[in-house]
């Protein structure tokens, strides 16, 4: 088993896994009236889930990286990092999907809140689920009925 000159693979400090379910669509979306706003969603058995492994950082690389193709999670991701000054790790990421992209099933909604809770576990730094909401509606409008207890 060899390995490159030079190259150094930092040892896993921790790894979490989460899940979010996507949805269905929306029943109901808008203002009701000035200052309420309605969601009315059908959540899915169907979902994202993450896989986190965070190291020592190598300066070297991005602070977060796998999961090409899921930029949302990955900003998601380290936006989470920089709120909490974890700037002493490396996060990577991997998310499977069975929610089909781009039709309105919140694909990236589930995917931005599995990355956010898989990492919150894999660092011991637990949020509640209306931090959570507020990390993810950064970066995509996310439904609230995914997280529980953030309504």
């Not at 190259?7 to 309420?36: K, L, N």
């Not at 380290?78 to 992209?101: G, T």
């Not at 660092?123 to 209306?130: A, I, K, N």
Request: glycine letters at 10%.
């Amino acid at each position: 088993m060899g390995s490159r000159a030079g190259a150094h693979v930092m040892q896993p400090r921790s790894t979490a896994w989460a899940w979010a379910p996507g949805t269905w669509g929306e029943f109901v979306q808008g203002e009701i009236r000035p200052g309420h706003r309605v969601l009315v969603s059908v959540p899915s058995t169907l979902g994202s889930r993450a896989r986190v492994t965070v190291r020592e950082r190598n300066r070297g690389m991005p602070q977060v990286i796998g999961c090409l193709g899921r930029n949302k999670a990955r900003r998601a991701v380290q936006m989470l990092l920089d709120a909490l000054d974890e700037d002493a790790v490396q996060v990577e990421l991997a998310i499977h999907s069975m929610l089909p992209m781009g039709v309105g099933r919140a694909s990236s909604s589930a995917d931005v809140l599995s990355a956010l809770q898989a990492t919150c576990t894999a660092l011991g730094r637990p949020l509640s689920p209306r931090a959570l909401c507020g990390f993810a509606a950064r970066v995509e409008p996310t439904n609230p009925t995914l997280i529980p207890g953030a309504c």
